[in-house]
């Protein structure tokens, strides 16, 4: 393979891509097929979900920023659509109170006109041994990380099926779903093995819709979530992890963007694990 011109390129969203000419034709970097698709992600505001946004929007895709912080939700649409010709929309939903994951998904809808692509990202984590645990926290927990992601599953698969339209769902779930936590996770390691049970069954569900249904395992990531952990404890995590370092959430956020796209329209009802070797099955 002959590749020439290697230094030509084109700026998209804000990052030079590289122009290629491979045997005199022009070579172009994968195409995902998720230009003019609509996605709704869940806790796009920051960490994960957040590059989630931005990496849909420079494939093409339109995107619905949410969380509880308006502001943040409303400055990333605009960003992402002055900088990658997108439509985008920052709406804020505060999924903990009941009733928020149904208006969402609504005012989504109203936003795009249709959704082909649900990222069910939005996920707490919080700190304590099960001795001392409150039934409030493994509640929320439970509710936020497993209820919130069946709601929005269950209006999308129907709002996909009512317009015979195929689609994508896609489940953050965890390692710690496959592993059990360590530090004082139990109840989250619970919400995420609920969803990655669900996301099979799911799968399997509504596969002859033309709707598939798949999951991403992050190990541990630099986000909002994990930045008092690794503050206290980085090298304990590092030595956790084959590769040794903790991933940047792009590097997790790509293995979504991939199970989103029409390159994975034959996987349905696994789990991408990407955990820097942290979780190998
Ligand atoms: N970080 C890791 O190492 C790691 C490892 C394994 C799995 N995960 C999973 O990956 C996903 C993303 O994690 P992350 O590290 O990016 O988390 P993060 O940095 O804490 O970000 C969480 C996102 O969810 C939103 N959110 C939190 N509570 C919400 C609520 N009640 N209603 C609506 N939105 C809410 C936040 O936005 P607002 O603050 O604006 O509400 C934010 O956009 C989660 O499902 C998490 O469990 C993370």
Redesign the pocket.
């Known amino acids: 393979m002959i590749l020439t011109a290697p230094l030509a390129g084109f700026f998209i969203c804000g990052r030079f891509l590289q122009k290629k000419t491979v045997r005199g034709k022009e070579w172009k970097s994968m195409d995902y097929g998720l230009k003019g698709k609509n996605v709704l992600i869940?806790?796009?505001?920051?960490?994960?979900?957040?590059?989630i946004a931005r990496i849909m929007a420079e494939e093409g895709a339109n995107v619905i920023v949410?969380?509880?912080?308006e502001q943040?939700?409303v400055k990333l649409a605009e960003e992402i659509r002055d900088s990658c010709q997108v439509r985008a929309a920052g709406i804020r939903?505060?999924?903990?109170?009941r009733g928020?994951a149904d208006q969402l998904f609504d005012q989504a809808v109203d936003a795009l006109g249709s959704l082909d692509i649900l990222v069910?990202?939005?996920?707490?984590?919080p700190t304590a041994y099960v001795k001392d645990m409150e039934e409030k926290a493994f509640e929320d927990t439970i509710y936020?990380?497993l209820e919130?992601p069946y709601i929005l599953s269950r209006r999308m698969v129907n709002h996909l099926i009512g317009q015979d339209r195929k689609g994508k769902i896609i489940q953050?779930?965890?390692?710690?779903a496959f592993h059990g936590s360590t530090t004082g996770h139990a109840h989250?390691a619970a919400s995420?093995a609920g969803l990655v049970t669900f996301m099979v069954s799911l799968a399997r569900e509504v596969a002859s819709y033309g709707i598939n249904v798949n999951g991403v395992?992050?190990?541990?990531?630099?986000?909002?979530?994990?930045?008092a952990a690794l503050t206290a404890k980085k090298d304990y995590y590092n030595s956790r992890i084959p590769i040794g370092r903790?991933?940047k959430?792009e590097e997790?956020a790509y293995a979504a963007v991939f199970l989103a796209s029409n390159k994975a329209d034959y996987l349905t009802g696994i789990t991408i694990d990407a955990t820097g070797g942290m979780l190998m099955r």
């Not at 869940?42 to 590059?51: D, E, I, P, V």
């Not at 953050?172 to 710690?176: E, K």
């Open positions: 869940t806790g796009s505001t920051k960490g994960l979900g957040k590059a949410s969380g509880r912080n943040e939700a939903a505060d999924l903990m109170a928020a069910n990202n939005a996920g707490i984590w936020l990380n919130v953050i779930v965890s390692q710690a989250y995420k395992a992050p190990g541990m990531m630099e986000t909002p979530m994990t930045e903790v991933a959430p997790v």
